[in-house]
């Protein structure tokens, strides 16, 4: 039982890591190379709106992904639909790696890149709900938070990896070097930790929910249609439930990664490093969540972090105007603080819907709220700070965790279904 426990975390810990790497290297890469390579602009600060646009490009995809993978994933099966999710997603961010820029083929370029993007979101789409019902299937009774937090483990990983690569090639290549073929490094690694993902999930069997679901009833024919019709609140739950997550995110990821290599003027490599140095809050606030939500209850968590989130939001521009020790103390504070909305998600937004259509409700209701909460915020970020500082910046992250603050206090506990 334990070598089976040991497996199922393993494999949904591979592709949630793996898609936060591919995330990650693109929105760097988006930050500090995509702009003058992919897109024509005299002003390097539209290049880079044009760069955090396709980032954007790929939460777009990512409803649509959840909701081909969710349809499979809840009439076959949670293993095959794991295992496309996640070929997808990685052979995408592969091809980025051999795309000529702007130079080279015109308007071509940035469509090829928008368009691998778009995969990239699809693949995506199915990933996240998958890996979380994957784990939480298999919890023993009193372990669904402890258990549904490995997926989120996947988000410290996957950034260590892909910032730890890209400091790699800061301090060992030039910059020419690295805006010439260095950046396109990352891209090619993606499709090793790929392998590795495939190699731990081909050998899984089906959870034990869906075979038992399949037991009772055979499978809805089309569960979006019976999610909508029997679930729509618990949907619109889940979707507001998570932008706080995505908000904290790409605020201290993407936008802080641009804003301190641009208006701050600190080097990249010393960005950088801050970056991988407070991503280790996010374990450690991803850790004590999964404890805490076994303790009282996911959704008990997850209100805690939104308020922390809300704090950190209005602390933002006072901290940043100390320069680059204010940088890393937002940086830890609103890392451990999304830890505490990230963590618990793998047991509370399965927890919101029944078995059969489980696979579409996660996956819709998390990517969703991603275009809400993350697929815009380095745009809309970036633009506000252009225009009016970083005040309202503060205050757009404030308001987006009070969103998910309100609908999980309005939201009664349940039963995990």
């Not at 039982?1 to 898609?19: C, N, P, Q, W, Y």
């Not at 794991?82 to 997603?89: K, P, Q, R, T, Y």
């Not at 915020?377 to 309100?406: D, N, R």
């Amino acid at each position: 039982m334990i070598k089976k426990h040991a497996r199922v975390l393993s494999a949904s810990l591979a592709g949630t890591a793996v898609e936060f790497y591919d995330f990650y290297i693109y929105a760097t890469a988006a930050a500090l190379v995509f702009g003058p390579l992919f897109f024509p602009a005299e002003d390097p600060g539209a290049q880079l709106l044009a760069a955090y646009a396709s980032f954007a490009v790929a939460f777009i995809a990512r409803p649509i992904g959840a909701l081909a993978f969710g349809h499979f994933g809840d009439r076959i099966g949670r293993k095959s639909t794991l295992v496309a999710s996640l070929l997808i997603m990685g052979l995408s961010t592969f091809l980025i790696a051999f795309l000529p820029g702007y130079a080279s083929i015109g308007w071509a370029a940035p469509l090829l890149l928008c368009i691998l993007r778009f995969g990239q979101g699809f693949g995506l789409g199915g990933e996240w709900g998958g890996a979380a019902l994957l784990a939480v299937e298999n919890a023993p009774p009193g372990w669904r938070g402890r258990f549904g937090m490995f997926p989120q483990f996947g988000a410290p990983i996957g950034f260590i990896a892909a910032n730890g690569l890209f400091l790699l090639l800061g301090l060992t290549l030039s910059e020419a070097d690295f805006i010439s073929w260095g950046w396109r490094l990352p891209f090619l690694a993606s499709i090793l930790l790929v392998a590795i993902g495939l190699w731990v999930r081909l050998k899984l069997t089906e959870t034990p929910a869906f075979t038992a679901a399949l037991a009772q009833a055979p499978p809805a024919k089309v569960p979006l249609v019976e999610l909508l019709k029997h679930h729509w609140r618990l949907t619109l739950t889940g979707i507001f439930g998570v932008i706080a997550c995505f908000a904290l995110f790409y605020i201290a990821t993407a936008f802080a990664l641009g804003h301190a290599t641009t208006a701050m003027g600190f080097a990249r490599e010393t960005v950088l490093q801050v970056q991988l140095v407070t991503i280790l809050f996010l374990a450690l606030g991803i850790a004590l969540s999964g404890w805490l939500s076994d303790r009282f209850s996911p959704r008990t968590v997850l209100i805690g972090g939104s308020i922390g989130g809300i704090l950190a939001g209005l602390a933002m521009a006072p901290l940043l105007a100390l320069g680059l020790p204010g940088l890393a103390v937002f940086l830890a504070l609103a890392l451990f603080t999304m830890g505490f909305v990230y963590g618990p998600l793998g047991a509370w937004l399965p927890g919101l819907f029944p078995a059969r259509v489980r696979y579409t409700g996660a996956s819709l209701a998390f990517n969703a709220g991603g275009i809400i909460g993350g697929g815009l915020t380095p745009v809309i970020a970036q633009s506000l700070a252009t225009s009016y500082g970083l005040v309202p910046v503060g205050l757009w992250l404030a308001g987006a965790c009070g969103l998910s603050l309100i609908t999980l206090v309005l939201h009664r506990a349940q039963k995990p279904a």
